[in-house]
Nanobody, 122 residues
Framework: VQLQASGGGLVQPGGSLRLSCVAS????????MGWFRQAPGKEREFVAT???????TMSDSVKGRFTISRDNAKNMVYLQMNSLKPEDTAVYYC?????????????????WGQGTQVTVSS
């Protein structure tokens, strides 16, 4: 299984970005997917997860600003990020869960993408 994240870039505070992640393999729809991020000098942190059925959980720091979604026909998972803040600056990683449901722990994910840089700055 390979995951390819894209869509990062430089955006001003208050702006929006949509991250995309495409997964290889035929069983994408059976697995939970997640987004994590890692800022310089900090540990990787949970951002969002979506189950195989589409149920989602967001971290408190992004709740109300970010939305996770998936398109099983395209093997894609998305992270819509609105009202971006400088503290959202990080490398964002998509990941495939070990089961139909992911959670907030990185250990529940088996496969990881290469990451895409998001920089929020004026």
């Amino acid at each position: 299984v390979q995951l390819q994240a894209s869509g990062g870039g430089l955006v001003q505070p208050g702006g929006s970005l949509r991250l995309s992640c495409v997964a290889s393999g035929r069983t994408f729809s059976s697995y939970g997917m997640g987004w994590f991020r890692q800022a310089p000098g900090k540990e990787r942190e949970f951002v969002a997860t979506i189950s195989w059925k589409g149920g989602s959980t967001m971290s408190d720091s992004v709740k109300g600003r970010f939305t996770i979604s998936r398109d099983n026909a395209k093997n894609m998972v998305y992270l819509q990020m609105n009202s971006l803040k400088p503290e959202d600056t990080a490398v964002y990683y998509c990941a495939r869960a070990r089961s139909s449901y992911g959670d907030r722990s990185a250990s529940s994910y088996h496969y990881w993408g290469q990451g895409t840089q998001v920089t929020v700055s004026s």
